[in-house]
DNA sequence: CTGAAAGCGCTAACAC
DNA sequence: GTGTTAGCGCTTTCAG
């Protein structure tokens, strides 16, 4: 029976070897069979495990990456967080959690104490960092990717979406569908993700001799989305279709569309959405949207990060994934269209 | 311009004072109004802050909370990881994320890397632990709170709601409602939350003369729940109400009511969750449940684990927090039913 | 109140 | 291969 923690010192005494000997046992550094053995047989008797801290001062790897998030209710989020955290893990990391609600002292304060914890990288979802901060995360040597933004100059390595092209396919996809009056309900208008859609979309109309009725920032926020529903629905001549800035914020156009408005979906008001998530395949929202591939994004932002922990002087990337747009029930499907 | 990583030692030189003295300034220890200012200046010139690391192993407290999560697609684990963490943030711990999928293996895995780290506590949302797993922990001195989850006799403090008395308010709407063939696709057997809601349910029925028509495992999982809606419904008397055992299930049995089956939710079948995530309240679903009030679970989860860790010796708690019936949509409303 | 000195538990040269 | 010897950056006695 094991009474307490007990240190390499005491598994050297056990096994009769020196505490550099357990060291490199556990480190996987050289060591004879024989002195393996001894020395895992000891530390089993005493449920040894060795110090990650104490490790991680020495090697100044401490195999924890810093995660900076700012909403989790937007379940695009969850499971990001989710691939993440398990294919980190898989590679020997671990992911230390900061919630960032949107606003640049959270954000400062979280990045310091992210390096103070001396993690070997920091990844952001959905929030911007000053040059300030940038500077700051240079000096301590952290490498930084950007999860889902893109931010030009900032230095940092940052993994998206293809978000113009995205915004370009729906615009492509409510034309052909006979749509006259399309309105915008956009992302953000802070986030380059919010803007680049916007920007492909409006793109993509004027390629087809349209233009928007009108262009509401929807902020990602359920509330605002209901409330430039309404705004959209109220005006003389209300909108025939509706790109939503991404699904989260979708749902919600939907749910005010249907409930509070006593409109159909899509035969009254065509709605698309941006991302993707789980929630969208299901029966009650049936959303066209473009997918955001989780997956491969997580990827490219795992491969990224510790490719740049490994060799610091490797240039920063943007990376940009592109995603089909899949089509449901949520918009009218114009006549013979097959891709 | 600050160049690189600095340590107390830089500051110390450039202030003109010891290097202990610059420990004490920032550990908040006795200092004069002189030196403190002094020491101040000097980190600020030099951009030092203190490697929590290395503080961690000489003090012996990390700041670190393990987390421990079985799966986030259903959203009352994000949700709660969020609450959590923001909660912990302001207290100056940080969470460190492990993903286990439900699985023995893994859950070892992964508690054994926390003690690694030197956690000062852990934390499972819906995650067993083996009495072995417990007794490691016991040996390593880091408190234990299972969250959302009952573990008789496993000698961790928990914090659930009052999942029995949630199966009894159900079964005594359902039973007001007038249903006479009431089914029940459960919670996971294999997890307290499942077992609890269950028995309340069954007992409660039970004080009315009634017993559900059916019980099938939903396991938590949202496939296994909409094959439990066909098996019922293909029952030559199938159920004309349905308690899920939570809402993530709740979900998905409503999409195969309504799109597969083409039924009406509640005219044909009364639906009832569990857990009242935001996305119950949505229009879309408009989900009868019992609220878990995640806020004060949080509380008392934080509350808990931090007592535990400033005194060891403090006895385990189970705390269990009740939580209402919240009336929507989804289920027939009794006659005169005003609570 | 302040500096000197002794480690926390471990890894990384360095000789043998 | 293996033991010996230095530290990593900090907190914490212990004198003064």
Redesign the interface.
Known sequence: M????STSLDVARLAGVSQSAVSRVFSGASASKATATKVRKAADAL?Y??????R??ITGK?R?IGLVVA???N?F???A??RL??AL?AQGY??????AANGEDTVIK?V??L????VDGIITASVAMSSNLTQ?CA???IPVVMFNRGQDGSGHSSITSANVEGGRKIADFLVAGGHKRIAHIAGWEGSSTGRDRRRGFIDGLADHDQRPIAVIDGMFDRDAACKATRALMARPVPPDAIFVGNDHMA??V???L???LELRVPQDVSVIGYDDV??AA????DLTTVRQPVNRMVEATIETILAKIVDPARPTQKIEIDGPLIVRGSARIPKGWTQ
């Not at 094991?2 to 923690?5: D, E």
């Not at 671990?94 to 919630?99: E, P, R, S, T």
């Open positions: 094991i009474k307490s923690k449920g495990r060795p110090n990650s801290l104490a991680a001062m401490s924890i909403y989790l209710d379940q989020y969850p499971i967080l989710e955290s398990n893990q671990h992911i230390l959690v900061f919630m979280v310091e104490e390096i103070d914890y001396q700051r000096v301590a040597g749902f919600a939907m749910d005010t249907r409930q509070e789980p929630l299901w029966a009650a929202y």
